[in-house]
Nanobody
Framework: QVQLVESGGGLVQAGGSLRLSCAAS????????MGWFRQAPGKEREFVAA????????DFADSVKGRFTISRDNAKNTVYLQMNSLKPEDTAVYYC??????????????????WGQGTQVTVSS
């Protein structure tokens, strides 16, 4: 089992920045791929970013490419999502997730078997 706890969400003005953190505990040796997803009000949850175990491979949704970066510190069992140039359409609950079965990155939610409780990000215009 892997437990995930997100933090760092909040209210920010458009153009601002936030850094989300996701701390993993439990069987952290299985946190092969870590990803971030988000769900805006009235919309389905969508992929945002993912990172490989080594941190050497990353993937981003087109909507955040060039504005968001993802990184991880395996010594701290933590993954980060740095969000810059935030837009009102980035407003959502952001979820951290772990794929403990695959080493290749994936965007499908079905690949991720552990999820955090989510953290709210609100971007005002």
């Amino acid at each position: 089992q892997v437990q995930l706890v997100e933090s760092g969400g909040g209210l920010v003005q458009a153009g601002g920045s936030l850094r989300l953190s996701c701390a993993a505990s439990g069987r952290t040796s299985r946190t092969y791929v870590m990803g971030w997803f988000r769900q805006a009000p009235g919309k389905e949850r969508e992929f945002v970013a993912a990172i490989s175990w080594s941190g050497g491979t990353t993937d981003f949704a087109d909507s955040v490419k060039g504005r968001f970066t993802i990184s991880r510190d395996n010594a701290k069992n933590t993954v980060y999502l740095q969000m810059n140039s935030l837009k009102p359409e980035d407003t959502a609950v952001y979820y951290c997730a772990v794929d403990s079965l695959n080493t290749m990155l994936g965007r499908a939610q079905s690949r991720y078997d552990y999820w955090g409780q989510g953290t709210q990000v609100t971007v005002s215009s």
